[in-house]
């Protein structure tokens, strides 16, 4: 099962037998202090940077979150989604649970852009979903219900049959449905890494649909994130997920390298293309300091 994201100039396409997908988290003020103040001050020119750092490193999709309090988040989604597009040509994430922020950045998105996201709680369904469906978009749908987030693998492949049938119901295609299984910190858990994996492999068994997931929630609190992040990552890939919002910069390689080791980069073509690409990024950024 294929789900075909476009910009004006660019189709990406997500599916198991497809080279794994990077969405860039880095618009995202989550976090990111600086891209916080930069939208405080209409400092587009920073959020210009990080879009053009992000698919120079390997994304292939841009999330935009613009998240952040004192700020009118309606206008700022507009803006930074210009932003962004004034500079890159790849297909957009606009992220926000919010239905009039989505439509803001809806509205200016080309082509066929994803949301995220929407979950398995009725007052999401009944808001977020008709507004994907009358954009023509693709959505990501949280395995969350009415209870929160469900303990185990088997209740969250049910929240996920509950997202899936709702958006059924009004026509949307279940090829535009990408569930994510929730990632949760194995600092508080040893074993949320291994309920999400085992969502994944019950999501595609059931569903075919595919797969996303907020790779960096597993390390949070620990040392060394971005080991544990990659080793997890490799696992999720190895299990079924077919993207990522992530960030790019970091598990770039990790990526293609997983994609090399699956038979998924003829002659490894694409991890040599990316590993020469990156050296010179790398030369050119610590110049530039």
Same mark, same amino acid.
């Not at 880095?26 to 959020?47: R, S």
């Not at 949307?172 to 969502?199: H, N, Q, R, Y």
């Given at each position: 099962?294929?789900?075909?994201?476009? +910009?004006?100039?660019?189709?990406?396409?997500?599916?198991?037998?497809?080279?794994?997908?990077?969405?860039?988290?880095?618009? %995202?003020?989550?976090?990111?202090?600086?891209?916080?103040?930069?939208?405080?001050?209409?400092?587009?020119?920073?959020?210009?940077?990080?879009?053009?750092?992000?698919?120079?490193?390997?994304?292939?999709?841009?999330?935009?979150?613009?998240?952040?309090?004192?700020?009118?988040?309606?206008?700022?989604?507009?803006?930074?989604?210009?932003?962004?597009?004034?500079?890159?040509?790849?297909?957009?994430?606009?992220?926000? %649970?919010?239905?009039?922020?989505?439509?803001?950045?809806?509205?200016?998105?080309?082509?066929?852009?994803?949301?995220?996201?929407?979950?398995?709680?009725?007052?999401?369904?009944?808001?977020?979903?008709?507004?994907?469906?009358?954009?023509?978009?693709?959505?990501?749908?949280?395995?969350?219900?009415?209870?929160?987030?469900?303990?185990?693998?088997?209740?969250?492949?049910?929240?996920?049959?509950?997202?899936?049938?709702?958006?059924?119901?009004?026509?949307?295609?279940?090829?535009?449905?990408?569930?994510?299984?929730?990632?949760?910190?194995?600092?508080?858990?040893?074993?949320?890494?291994?309920?999400?994996?085992?969502?994944?492999?019950?999501?595609?068994?059931?569903?075919?649909?595919?797969?996303?997931?907020?790779?960096?929630?597993?390390?949070?609190?620990?040392?060394?994130?971005?080991?544990?992040? +990659?080793?997890?990552?490799?696992?999720?890939?190895?299990?079924?997920?077919?993207?990522?919002?992530?960030?790019?910069?970091?598990?770039?390689?990790?990526?293609?390298?997983?994609?090399?080791?699956?038979?998924?980069?003829?002659? +490894?073509?694409?991890?040599?293309?990316?590993?020469?690409?990156?050296?010179?990024?790398?030369?050119?950024?610590?110049?530039?300091?």
């Amino acid at each position: 099962m294929h789900t075909i994201l476009k +910009s004006n100039t660019k189709q990406v396409t997500i599916g198991i037998d497809k080279p794994f997908v990077t969405i860039g988290e880095k618009l %995202n003020p989550t976090g990111l202090k600086k891209l916080g103040k930069a939208l405080e001050e209409n400092n587009m020119d920073y959020v210009k940077q990080l879009a053009q750092r992000q698919v120079a490193w390997g994304a292939d999709v841009l999330d935009v979150n613009v998240g952040h309090p004192g700020i009118d988040e309606i206008e700022m989604m507009a803006k930074v989604v210009e932003a962004v597009l004034s500079v890159t040509d790849v297909p957009l994430c606009i992220d926000s %649970n919010e239905p009039k922020i989505l439509e803001a950045g809806l509205k200016l998105a080309p082509g066929k852009p994803l949301v995220n996201s929407v979950n398995g709680e009725e007052k999401q369904l009944s808001t977020i979903l008709p507004i994907v469906k009358d954009r023509g978009a693709a959505v990501i749908g949280l395995t969350i219900d009415d209870d929160g987030i469900p303990a185990t693998a088997e209740k969250r492949l049910a929240a996920a049959g509950i997202v899936i049938e709702r958006a059924a119901k009004i026509g949307i295609p279940i090829e535009d449905i990408i569930i994510d299984p929730l990632v949760m910190t194995v600092g508080a858990d040893s074993k949320a890494a291994t309920v999400t994996l085992e969502t994944i492999r019950l999501v595609r068994e059931k569903f075919g649909v595919n797969i996303n997931l907020g790779a960096s929630n597993v390390s949070f609190g620990l040392p060394d994130r971005p080991t544990v992040n +990659s080793a997890f990552l490799s696992l999720a890939i190895q299990a079924g997920a077919t993207c990522s919002i992530t960030d790019p910069i970091k598990l770039g390689g990790t990526i293609r390298a997983t994609d090399l080791l699956l038979g998924k980069d003829d002659y +490894s073509m694409r991890f040599l293309k990316y590993f020469r690409a990156t050296e010179k990024l790398k030369e050119q950024e610590a110049a530039a300091k």
